[in-house]
């Protein structure tokens, strides 16, 4: 199982930007997807943006398009999430999550059944 190491959250301000980062510990993360996840308080976790590792294929949720930006660096085993012009609906717990069994002969999706693998979260608070 992959470990995954989730942080850069905090409070920043409506329109401002945070970046996350999720590393991964004793896996490689070359022929992974990424998934980067969110729940806020009463709500369903949902899923934001995910990467094909490799390729640097990427998927956004409509919610994030525009605002948010999935990349890697594979020197450092790490995936971020570039959040910009941040909205207080964007408030909730962040995770990172692996599909270590993703290849590209399939389209890159949130489906969270396919994220086996998953980090602790990191709170990221939007004030108004």
């Known amino acids: 199982e992959v470990q995954l190491q989730a942080s850069g959250g905090g409070l920043v301000q409506a329109g401002g930007s945070l970046r996350l980062s999720c590393v991964a510990s004793?896996?490689?993360?070359?022929?992974?997807?990424i998934g980067w996840f969110r729940q806020a308080p009463g709500k369903e976790r949902e899923g934001v943006s995910s990467?094909?590792?490799?390729?640097?294929?990427?998927y956004y949720a409509d919610s994030v398009k525009g605002r948010f930006t999935i990349s890697r660096d594979t020197a450092k085993n790490t995936v971020y999430l570039q959040m910009n012009s941040l909205k207080p609906e964007d408030t909730a717990v962040y995770y990172c999550?692996?599909?270590?069994?993703?290849?590209?002969?399939?389209?890159?999706?949130?489906?969270?059944?396919?994220?086996?693998?998953w980090g602790h979260g990191t709170l990221v608070t939007v004030s108004s």
């Open positions: 999550a692996a599909d270590e069994f993703y290849t590209t002969s399939y389209p890159l999706t949130l489906r969270q059944s396919l994220f086996h693998s």
């Open positions: 990467i094909g590792v490799n390729k640097g294929n990427t």
């Open positions: 004793e896996f490689s993360l070359d022929d992974c997807a």
